[in-house]
């Protein structure tokens, strides 16, 4: 009998086939005592699981490239860091088994990361993630992971590590449910990139019986079980009328009525690129510089090696516009040279901005290999400084740019409350705005991005989130320039209407949602795209604010 769930819809699509259960996660070793003689010898072995699993993580990242392959050197630095690898040598030390040490040593950092004020716990996936695979070395069993399977499937979990998303083969994976993560998750951001269709946040996922064919919606969030043919059949010809849609809609981004809308990507590095020019992106409204600071986390990058991967990014984008975040470090993107590791909440201590202007010399040389990189080049640069807070903060950016030379537009991105209320003020220092969505809403909402529990709050179309995205456009507009959104919201082609009739001024998103993007825009006019703006701030929850612009738009 067919049955409907719901959960967050995170990836657009239609996917239909049976349940697959991701790998089990790896038995608790038995705690038994070795000789003091051979503790040496576990502790060597342990050295060597945990090399071999850094590394497998780092390959695995350079076959995904771009973003995926970020979070997967993230991965690698926490299987090696050597507090923790410390950690396990002492309780091999006094008796424990290589994979029992390794086992309890991260049982303790995970507790540490789920009681740091709730923000570092979206990291607990990945770190249990490295724990399996270590045990696992040392147990001589096979690796937790994605199912082996020659026939299609959809994937369930109940979350799903980065290594294991990243290298999702789409001809064989159609969809994947999970029962945690929320839609700015790593998981969510990698399915998009992949054009997998993904629902995320699904209580009971994992009560899905082996086998049982479900049709998922990666647009509505909804999960079909056991569907009838009439189901199968419907969602097969809305999918395809989707398709048929994005094969007529080409060019720059549009109102039906001719007001533009630059539709930009997001990359997470030089590998995004080729993905970005094929979709149709009008330049870059958010490269994340992050990938090339992950690579060492003793020490920055040197200029040189900076300015070629700039230049790469740059060089694909004659004529086009390309915003670049400077170093966003800090939070759940700590690295040893830059960021304390005793705060009690990453999250709303020193991150961002305050971690560069707390090291000038890192954004002096990010700066300056900046300027070097686009000298010669016909692109509109772009320099923009995460979780700016005030005036203060975007004055000491924007001198930090000059004093480097920085020939380009300068600007903040909005992530934090204070900076939407003050927008107007901000811009008397500062070229444009560019709001992150996600940040802002996990400010706005006190709601982790990663924690599936809040997930209803990290949803973009939340009231009072609209609110402060009308606030900085109207602040953007009030002074003559521009306020773009670069967070996961603008992925969303209904919503990116409604961000629209906000007044926000360009879209940038994960090139595989560009397409639907650009469609959906096409067939409304920004008169329209007004009146759904406001039918949606009217109301007093996301569900009822999607329902509301939905009914405007569809002349309901």
Same mark, same amino acid.
């Given at each position: /009998?067919?049955?409907?769930?719901?959960?967050?819809?995170?990836?657009?699509?239609?996917?239909?086939?049976?349940?697959?259960?991701?790998?089990?996660?790896?038995?608790?070793?038995?705690?038994?005592?070795?000789?003091?003689? @051979?503790?040496?010898?576990?502790?060597?072995?342990?050295?060597?699981?945990?090399?071999?699993?850094?590394?497998?993580?780092?390959?695995?990242?350079?076959?995904?490239?771009?973003?995926?392959? !970020?979070?997967?050197?993230?991965?690698?630095?926490?299987?090696?860091?050597?507090?923790? /690898?410390?950690?396990?040598?002492?309780?091999?030390?006094?008796?424990?088994?290589?994979?029992?040490?390794?086992?309890?040593?991260? !049982?303790?950092?995970?507790?540490? $990361? +789920?009681?740091?004020?709730?923000?570092?716990? %979206?990291?607990?996936?990945?770190?249990?993630?490295?724990?399996?695979?270590?045990?696992?070395?040392?147990?001589?069993?096979?690796?937790? %992971? *994605?199912?082996?399977?020659?026939? &299609?499937?959809?994937?369930?979990?109940?979350? $799903?590590? &980065?290594?294991?998303?990243?290298?999702?083969?789409?001809?064989? *994976?159609?969809?994947?449910?999970?029962?945690?993560?929320?839609?700015?998750?790593?998981?969510?951001?990698?399915?998009?990139?992949?054009?997998?269709?993904?629902?995320?946040? $699904?209580?009971?996922?994992?009560?899905?019986? @082996?086998?049982?064919?479900?049709?998922?919606?990666?647009?509505?969030?909804?999960?079909?079980?056991?569907?009838?043919?009439?189901?199968?059949?419907?969602?097969?010809?809305?999918?395809?009328?989707?398709?048929?849609?994005?094969?007529?809609?080409?060019?720059?981004?549009?109102?039906?009525?001719?007001?533009?809308? &630059?539709?930009?990507?997001?990359?997470?590095?030089?590998?995004?690129?080729?993905?970005?020019?094929?979709?149709?992106?009008?330049?870059?409204?958010?490269?994340?510089?992050?990938?090339?600071?992950?690579?060492?986390?003793?020490?920055?990058?040197? @200029?040189?090696?900076?300015?070629?991967?700039?230049?790469?990014?740059?060089?694909?984008?004659?004529?086009?516009? *390309?915003?670049?975040?400077?170093?966003?470090?800090?939070?759940?993107?700590? $690295?040893?040279?830059?960021? &304390?590791?005793?705060?009690?909440?990453?999250?709303?201590?020193?991150?961002?901005?305050?971690?560069?202007?707390?090291?000038?010399?890192?954004?002096?040389?990010?700066?300056? !290999?900046?300027?070097?990189?686009?000298?010669?080049?016909?692109?509109?640069?772009?320099?923009?400084?995460?979780?700016?807070? #005030?005036?203060? #903060?975007?004055?000491?950016?924007? #001198?930090?740019?000059?004093?480097?030379?920085?020939?380009?537009?300068?600007?903040?991105?909005? @992530?934090?409350?204070?900076?939407?209320?003050?927008?107007?003020?901000?811009?008397?220092?500062?070229?444009?705005?560019?709001?992150?969505?996600?940040?802002?809403?996990?400010?706005?909402?006190?709601?982790?991005?990663?924690?599936?529990?809040?997930?209803?709050?990290?949803?973009?179309?939340?009231?009072?989130?609209?609110?402060?995205?009308?606030?900085? +456009?109207?602040?953007?507009?009030?002074?003559?320039?521009?306020?773009?959104?670069?967070?996961?919201?603008?992925?969303?082609?209904?919503?990116?209407?409604?961000?629209?009739?906000?007044?926000?001024?360009?879209?940038? /998103?994960?090139?595989?949602?560009?397409?639907?993007?650009?469609?959906?825009?096409?067939?409304?006019?920004?008169?329209?795209?007004?009146?759904?703006?406001?039918?949606?701030?009217?109301?007093?929850?996301?569900?009822?604010?999607?329902?509301?612009?939905?009914?405007?738009?569809?002349?309901?």
């Amino acid at each position: /009998m067919e049955t409907t769930l719901r959960g967050v819809g995170v990836s657009h699509g239609v996917a239909i086939g049976e349940v697959r259960h991701m790998g089990t996660a790896v038995l608790e070793p038995p705690a038994k005592q070795i000789p003091a003689e @051979e503790a040496e010898r576990e502790q060597g072995r342990a050295r060597k699981a945990v090399e071999a699993v850094a590394a497998d993580l780092m390959a695995r990242g350079n076959l995904a490239g771009g973003e995926a392959q !970020a979070v997967l050197e993230a991965q690698a630095m926490m299987a090696q860091d050597p507090e923790l /690898m410390a950690d396990v040598e002492r309780r091999i030390a006094v008796g424990s088994t290589a994979e029992r040490g390794a086992y309890d040593a991260f !049982a303790s950092y995970r507790e540490l $990361l +789920a009681g740091a004020g709730e923000y570092l716990a %979206g990291r607990v996936a990945d770190l249990d993630d490295v724990r399996n695979r270590i045990v696992a070395r040392l147990l001589g069993v096979p690796m937790p %992971g *994605v199912p082996d399977s020659d026939e &299609p499937y959809v994937l369930v979990a109940r979350d $799903l590590a &980065p290594a294991d998303t990243a290298l999702l083969d789409p001809a064989l *994976v159609l969809g994947f449910v999970t029962e945690e993560g929320g839609p700015t998750s790593h998981s969510a951001i990698l399915a998009r990139a992949l054009g997998v269709p993904a629902v995320v946040a $699904l209580p009971g996922a994992g009560e899905l019986a @082996e086998g049982t064919m479900i049709a998922v919606d990666g647009s509505t969030g909804e999960i079909f079980v056991d569907p009838s043919d009439d189901k199968k059949a419907q969602l097969e010809a809305a999918a395809a009328q989707r398709k048929a849609a994005l094969a007529a809609s080409t060019g720059p981004g549009a109102t039906a009525d001719g007001h533009k809308v &630059p539709l930009l990507a997001n990359i997470g590095g030089p590998g995004d690129v080729e993905a970005a020019v094929e979709a149709g992106a009008e330049g870059v409204g958010l490269f994340r510089t992050e990938f090339l600071f992950l690579d060492d986390s003793k020490q920055a990058p040197s @200029e040189e090696k900076q300015v070629a991967a700039y230049r790469q990014v740059l060089e694909a984008f004659p004529e086009g516009r *390309v915003v670049v975040r400077v170093l966003d470090a800090g939070a759940d993107k700590p $690295l040893d040279f830059l960021t &304390p590791s005793d705060e009690p909440n990453p999250a709303l201590g020193v991150r961002g901005l305050r971690t560069l202007l707390d090291h000038p010399d890192v954004l002096r040389t990010q700066l300056t !290999a900046l300027a070097k990189a686009a000298e010669g080049l016909p692109v509109y640069l772009e320099v923009m400084a995460p979780m700016v807070a #005030d005036r203060t #903060d975007a004055r000491a950016f924007a #001198d930090a740019c000059r004093e480097a030379g920085l020939r380009a537009k300068f600007g903040a991105m909005v @992530e934090i409350p204070s900076a939407a209320l003050r927008a107007r003020s901000i811009l008397q220092e500062v070229e444009f705005l560019s709001l992150g969505t996600n940040d802002l809403a996990q400010y706005t909402f006190a709601a982790d991005r990663q924690v599936g529990a809040v997930s209803r709050l990290q949803d973009p179309w939340q009231p009072a989130l609209l609110d402060l995205v009308e606030l900085s +456009a109207e602040a953007a507009k009030a002074e003559g320039k521009s306020c773009g959104v670069c967070g996961e919201a603008a992925s969303d082609p209904l919503l990116a209407c409604v961000l629209t009739g906000l007044g926000v001024t360009s879209l940038s /998103m994960g090139a595989a949602s560009i397409p639907y993007v650009r469609a959906t825009l096409a067939k409304y006019t920004l008169a329209q795209c007004e009146r759904a703006a406001a039918a949606a701030r009217a109301t007093d929850s996301a569900e009822d604010a999607r329902s509301a612009a939905q009914a405007v738009l569809s002349g309901e």
